[in-house]
């Protein structure tokens, strides 16, 4: 039952920063300059343990889409155990701690991995209270626009199926 909660958990937050990332682009000019350094077709899986959900994009004529399968990707994600994935997607452990831990293995150039990186930061910066990113956050990002802002657009974009 622990496990499927977990996985059910991991699951949401997977599409809640996808939701994030995709709103963010048009909010805040960080987000938006590091997406449009990318090359077209540029494209990141994120595993999260065996059996565990998944999250598939591509950047793709300006436009983070979400796949449902991707068969190769140039940069590859995966967290070694959903205990792990848990942990990181529910702000317990944040992405410099995984990395000390061994969480998770990265394929595909640095430089790529270090992009989503930087977004993901800007994301939780804008998803998790002050009080959880001080913890997980080594520097957290200034915040271009209120929060509330952004979450309210992911739940309109949820009820109108953006995502």
């Not at 598939?56 to 068969?71: D, E, M, S």
């Not at 080594?138 to 309210?152: E, F, H, K």
Request: with cysteine; glycine share 6%.
């Amino acid at each position: 039952m622990k496990l499927f909660f977990q996985k059910l958990t991991v699951g949401i937050v997977l599409r809640v920063v996808h939701a994030a990332l995709v709103e963010l682009y048009g909010m805040d000019t960080r987000v938006k300059a590091e997406f449009d350094a990318l090359p077209e077709r540029m494209s990141y899986a994120i595993a999260t343990g065996h059996d565990a959900p998944t999250l598939f994009v591509r950047w793709k004529k300006g436009r983070l889409v979400r796949l449902k399968q991707l068969p190769s990707a140039v940069c590859n994600l995966r967290v070694k155990s959903t205990a792990h994935s848990f942990q990181l997607f529910t702000g317990q452990m944040g992405l410099a701690q995984a990395y000390a831990r061994h969480a998770f293995t990265m394929q595909g150039e640095i430089a790529d991995v270090m992009k989503l990186a930087r977004l993901v930061n800007i994301v939780e910066a804008y998803l998790f209270p002050k009080l959880i990113t001080k913890h997980i956050l080594t520097d957290i990002p200034a915040l271009q626009v209120n929060p509330l802002r952004v979450y309210g657009k992911i739940a309109l974009g949820f009820l109108r199926f953006k995502y």
